[in-house]
Every structure is written in C-alpha cells, then in structure tokens.
C-alpha cells in the first residue's frame, strides 16, 4: 500500500494548535506535497453532527462513557472515510487532535481509564500518527487565551479536570517517545514555528 505521513497535533484548548497547524500546513505546501487538513470531533459529515453533540452547552447531563464513544464513533468515521484513503494515495494528512485527546481528556480528565484505549483501538484500526506534535502550555494559561463567552462545553470545565488533561498528555509522551514530539508552547509562535520544521524535515528525510 502506498503510505503518505500522518501527522497530529494535541495539547490543551488554547495551546496555538491551530496557529502552528498554519505553519505545518505551509511547510507541506513548500515542499509541494499533496495535503490533507482535518480535525477531530469531525473531519465528515456524520463526524461534524456528532461534534455538535458532544460540545452542546445544553448536553450536560451526558454520561462519560457515552461521551467517549461519541468522539470514538466520530473517530471510526473519520479513519474509514478520510484519513486512510488519504494515506493509501500517499497524501499527507495533518489531524487537529486525534486519539491522544480521547485518552488525555476522557481517560484522564474524566477519569474512565483504560476503557478508552480500548474503545478506540477498534475506531483507530491501527491507523496512528507518524509524529505528533504535543503543545506543552500550562492548562490555565491556554484557558485565558480563549474568550469566556466562545468557550464550548469541554474547555468550560473546572481548573482540576484541564490539569488532569494535561497530566495525561505528560504521561502518553512518556509512553510514546518514538511518536509524540513535546513543544514547549509557551514561547514565541516563531520559536515554536522553527522546532515544528527541524522535526518536520527530519521526518521527509527519513522517507
Ligand atoms: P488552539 O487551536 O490550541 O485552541 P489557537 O492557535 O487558536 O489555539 O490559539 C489560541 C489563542 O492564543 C489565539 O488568540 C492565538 O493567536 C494565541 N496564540 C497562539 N500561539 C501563541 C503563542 N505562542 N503565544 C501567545 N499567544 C499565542
Ligand atoms: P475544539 O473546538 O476543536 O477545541 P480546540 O480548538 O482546543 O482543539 O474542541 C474540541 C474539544 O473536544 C476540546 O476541548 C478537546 C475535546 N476532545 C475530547 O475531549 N476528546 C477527544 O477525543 C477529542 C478529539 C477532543
């Protein structure tokens, strides 16, 4: 089968993802390869519904475990349907948030542990990132850089569960230093800008 890269970026809500996931971007299109650009809850149209499901203000009697098999069912979704097509004609897919942020925020935050590796090894299908990149910023300093009034219903948790995130993230980079790439993002976007791109062009080559 012909392989493109996958790549992934985490971190808590409002470490600069989606500020750097314009440089990755960038980087990729400088290089004139062929990309894919997406995100998790979502990425498809069933993907998308089930988004406004799970991030509803008004959903907040939902059941963790229902939670965490609504952002697996989307993930499911997201691998069958994009990223593996994707990476079988040797596109390069860049993921805002994949896997790692159901296990840092359903396994940790919400505390339901193991379980959620294992609902999610069916929706992964073995299909995980080559790099992914971790945001590394204290939990409350990317809160403050999120308006009050555009929080949705995960990032207005309380102060504990984003430090429980946040401990989780640690612990998965710990367990997975082959693939997960920690960012300090507490610098300058430029500084962060120019580690994203020394890891990037390690990974071209060593195609
Ligand atoms: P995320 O996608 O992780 O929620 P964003 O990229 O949207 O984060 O960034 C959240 C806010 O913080 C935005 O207003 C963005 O301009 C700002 N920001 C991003 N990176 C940095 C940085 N390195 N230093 C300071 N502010 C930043
Ligand atoms: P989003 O608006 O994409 O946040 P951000 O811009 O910070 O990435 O909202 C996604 C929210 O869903 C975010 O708070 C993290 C959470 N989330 C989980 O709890 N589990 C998951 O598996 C995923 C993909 C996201």
Same mark, same amino acid.
């Given at each position: 089968m012909k392989k493109g890269i996958f790549i992934s970026i985490?971190?808590?809500?409002?470490s600069g993802k989606s500020t750097q996931i314009e440089n990755i971007k960038q980087f990729f299109k400088d290089k004139k390869r062929d990309i894919v650009f997406t995100r998790e809850p979502g990425g498809t149209a069933i993907g998308e519904r089930i988004r406004a499901i799970i991030l509803d203000n008004n959903c907040s009697e939902m059941d963790y475990m229902t939670e965490a098999m609504l952002y697996a069912a989307a993930r499911a979704q997201h691998v069958s349907q994009v990223i593996k097509p994707a990476l079988a004609e040797g596109k390069t897919v860049i993921c805002d948030r994949f896997v790692d942020s159901s296990i840092a925020y359903q396994g940790y935050g919400?505390?339901?542990?193991?379980?959620?590796?294992?609902?999610?090894?069916?929706?992964?299908?073995?299909? +995980?990132?080559?790099?992914?990149?971790? +945001?590394?910023?204290?939990?409350?300093?990317?809160?403050?850089?999120?308006?009050?009034?555009?929080?949705?219903?995960?990032?207005?948790?309380?102060?504990?569960?984003?430090?429980?995130v946040f401990r989780g993230y640690l612990k998965l980079e710990e367990e997975n230093p082959g693939r997960i790439v920690g960012i300090d993002a507490s610098r300058s976007i430029d500084e962060i800008k120019r580690d994203i791109y020394s890891k990037l062009e390690e990974v071209l080559n060593c195609l």
């Open positions: 985490e971190g808590p809500d409002g919400r505390r339901l542990g193991e379980a959620v590796a294992v609902i999610n090894s069916y929706a992964v299908a073995g299909c +995980m990132p080559d790099v992914t990149f971790l +945001m590394k910023i204290d939990p409350s300093v990317g809160k403050n850089r999120i308006r009050a009034d555009q929080q949705d219903r995960l990032e207005s948790e309380k102060e504990a569960f984003h430090d429980e």
